[in-house]
Structure formats: structure tokens, C-alpha cells
T-cell receptor
Framework: SQQGEEDPQALSIQEGENATMNCSYKTSINNLQWYRQNSGRGLVHLILIRSNEREKHSGRLRVTLDTSKKSSSLLITASRAADTASYFCATVNSGGYQKVTFGTGTKLQVIP | NAGVTQTPKFQVLKTGQSMTLQCAQDMNHNSMYWYRQDPGMGLRLIYYSASEGTTDKGEVPNGYNVSRLNKREFSLRLESAAPSQTSVYFC?????????????FGDGTRLSIL
């Protein structure tokens, strides 16, 4: 079963624009992580935000977390062609047995 | 620094054949995982090993077996391949199980079963 669902499924923007991807989930979480996957490659960890955090930054990445709405967003500012990839959110549930569940991803295309 | 290495990168099997997918990590991580990735399904956990000497089922374990050979290596075996197992298989590792630890992924094995 999928815990995280990304929205939109696909996004196409011009280089230099900002890209925003959203992730919704269903159960209480310990933390939420974002990963990037370039075509034909494995996933690469981008950023982790804990359930008691509301916002986190890493370079051109900004992640927000709203636990009351069970949602997170990933903002990539000043996008580059090299940002073209699929982006996945992954949730780690809270309490008891912790497991990580990946969403189905947002496919981002940045047009030069 | 290789990180997580998976072999082979590509494989074509006939229904009923068996094979083992290999995974090795050089980061001294305790936990290792096997996922499959299918279009529109995201990643689904097949098996994981929280530490050397332990293995546990994930979300979709049927048709697979695993071996944690040592701290570095975690293999996935298909005993009798079926077309439904056509997928891209990813191995991952983390310092320790889940929790607040990011996972590090290999580049996958693309498996087709005819």
C-alpha cells in the first residue's frame, strides 16, 4: 500500500522557474524524506524533515511539513536542466514497528 | 567510493528459471533492503535485513528469498521466475534500520522474465 502520494504526477517547467511538488500521506509519521531519481539510476536522498519540524532548507531545496494536513511540499528554486528527474517522498511511520513507504513520484522536466 | 553495487545490471530470464541478484555496500552500514520498482507503483519493499544475521519480510516477499551473507552483502533469489516478477530491483542500505536514517541506493537490476 502506498503511504505517500505525490502531486502532480508530472511537471514541466522552463529553466530558472521554481518547481513545487506535494506529498500527502495517511498515518502519523516519525519523519518524511525526499529522494531524487535520475533516469536509469537509483534513488538519491535529498532531505529529511522530522515530524516536529515545519520547514527545512538545503541549497536550492525547501521542504515544508504540515502534520495537521498530513502533507509535505518540496520546492526547487531556480531550476536547472540537471534537476530533470523523478522525485519521491518517503514516510517513516511513528510508533511501534517503523517502516519507510515510498510514494509513486513526480516526474519533473526542466526545459533549457 | 562505490557505495551500493548491484550485479547484474540487466538480465533476461525464461519463466521457471532461477537467479540470484547480488548487492554489496562498502559504507559499513548495518541495514540493507531489497525493493522492486514498477511503473506507477513507486518502490515496494521485498525483504530487509536490519543487521547482519537477521532478515524480515517486507510488503511483497512472495516468490523471493534473501541471504545476508555478511555485513557487506545481501542477495535476493528468485527460485522460479514468473512474468509478474519483471521489474527493476533496487538494493539499498542505511546506517541502521529506518528511523531517521537516509537510505543509499544502488543503480538497480533490470529484470525481464519471458
Amino acid at each position: 500500500s502506498q503511504q505517500g502520494e505525490e502531486d502532480p504526477q508530472a511537471l514541466s517547467i522552463q529553466e530558472g522557474e521554481n518547481a513545487t511538488m506535494n506529498c500527502s500521506y495517511k498515518t502519523s509519521i516519525n519523519n518524511l524524506q525526499w529522494y531524487r531519481q535520475n533516469s536509469g539510476r537509483g534513488l538519491v536522498h535529498l532531505i529529511l524533515i522530522r515530524s516536529n519540524e515545519r520547514e527545512k532548507h538545503s541549497g536550492r531545496l525547501r521542504v515544508t511539513l504540515d502534520t495537521s494536513k498530513k502533507s509535505s511540499s518540496l520546492l526547487i528554486t531556480a531550476s536547472r536542466a540537471a534537476d530533470t528527474a523523478s522525485y519521491f517522498c518517503a514516510t517513516v511511520n511513528s510508533g511501534g514497528y517503523q517502516k519507510v513507504t515510498f510514494g509513486t513520484g513526480t516526474k519533473l522536466q526542466v526545459i533549457p | 567510493n562505490a557505495g551500493v553495487t548491484q550485479t547484474p545490471k540487466f538480465q533476461v530470464l525464461k519463466t521457471g528459471q532461477s537467479m540470484t541478484l547480488q548487492c554489496a555496500q562498502d559504507m559499513n552500514h548495518n541495514s540493507m533492503y531489497w525493493y522492486r520498482q514498477d511503473p506507477g507503483m513507486g518502490l515496494r519493499l521485498i525483504y530487509y535485513s536490519a543487521s547482519e544475521g537477521t532478515t524480515d519480510k517486507g510488503e511483497v516477499p512472495n516468490g523471493y528469498n534473501v541471504s545476508r551473507l555478511n555485513k557487506r552483502e545481501f542477495s535476493l533469489r528468485l527460485e522460479s521466475a514468473a512474468p509478474s516478477q519483471t521489474s527493476v530491483y533496487f538494493c539499498a542500505s542505511s546506517v541502521q534500520g529506518y528511523s531517521n536514517q537516509p537510505q543509499h541506493f544502488g543503480d538497480g537490476t533490470r529484470l525481464s522474465i519471458l
